[in-house]
């Protein structure tokens, strides 16, 4: 069922929860992939009711972003979920989200803004704000849907942390299940930006799977210093790579590792022309 108002999504929830069931939300920005497909897999097998959210969230995007050109594919969205078993697609429009005209002026809308030590690095670092509209819309998703369990990908795995650092900090009435990557058989991580990809992109974008899997490897053959680690990761790359950031970071409080562990995560972010891509790995 596609539903574009929040009023009509309150009031299926309200009947939902009178009769006791629980509800599973997979927020989305659309252009549905299988990596999508496998959290609302997730959500329809643990929740009685399963919600997906499609809505390109326009604070979450930075000056000079792809807002504008950002893949909307609502029709094959919500066949997608259909198939799937997914009672409610909500595909809001802006306004229906930010009512007041001034949505994009920080003066005008109450905004979540996560701990700095968080966004000020990683993503965050050449994404100035992102996180704030990202904790926002979820925010408002959860005051909207009310679900028991929120389902995110690992793929965004430093805005899987923020926003389960949001929902302690805040006391959130819902669980936060985390869901692997999904990867395309040559180990490229599936991503709605993908679709920016030419088939020569495609195959530099490799690069990110391979430097991670390698990092893994040495990793597993007993190599723990974070410089030596780094260092293999070179070979991979060529003047087609422009690499923003490959850092060692903590799974549970982002903070720099020195030394890689088992809850240490390795995150990559890299730009082929104009697309941006990041992927991670944990190395337990
Ligand atoms: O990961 C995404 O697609 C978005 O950041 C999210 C969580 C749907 C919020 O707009």
Request: proline residues 5%.
């Amino acid at each position: 069922m596609l539903v574009h108002t929040i009023a009509e999504v309150r009031e299926k929830v309200k009947e939902w929860k009178k009769q006791g069931l629980t509800i599973g939300l997979v927020p989305t920005m659309g252009a549905l992939h299988s990596g999508h497909l496998s959290l609302i897999k997730k959500s329809v097998e643990k929740c009685d009711k399963t919600v997906v959210s499609v809505f390109v969230n326009p604070i979450q995007f930075c000056p000079g972003e792809d807002l504008d050109k950002y893949p909307r594919t609502l029709e094959a969205d919500e066949q997608l979920c259909n198939g799937a078993g997914v009672d409610i697609v909500f595909a809001p429009s802006p306004a229906e989200m930010y009512p007041d005209a001034q949505m994009l002026s920080n003066d005008f809308l109450t905004y979540i803004i996560p701990p700095f030590f968080y966004v000020n690095k990683l993503c965050g670092k050449s994404r100035v704000g992102h996180f704030d509209g990202v904790c926002t819309v979820v925010n408002k998703l959860f005051n909207i849907v009310q679900p028991d369990y929120a389902f995110f990908g690992e793929k965004d795995r430093q805005q899987l942390i923020i926003l389960r650092k949001m929902v302690k900090d805040l006391n959130i009435p819902v669980e936060i299940i985390p869901c692997p990557i999904v990867r395309e058989e040559s180990g490229l991580a599936l991503s709605s930006r993908n679709k920016y990809l030419s088939e020569n992109d495609k195959i530099n974008a490799l690069a990110l799977s391979k430097i991670l899997f390698n990092i893994k490897a040495c990793y597993n053959n007993g190599i723990t210093d974070v410089d030596a680690l780094t260092e293999t990761a070179y070979s991979y790359l060529n003047t087609c790579h422009n690499l923003e950031y490959l850092e060692f970071r903590d799974a549970d409080n982002l903070e720099e590792k020195q030394t890689a562990d088992n809850n240490t995560v390795v995150f990559i972010a890299l730009k082929i022309g104009n697309v941006r891509l990041i992927d991670n790995i944990a190395l337990s």
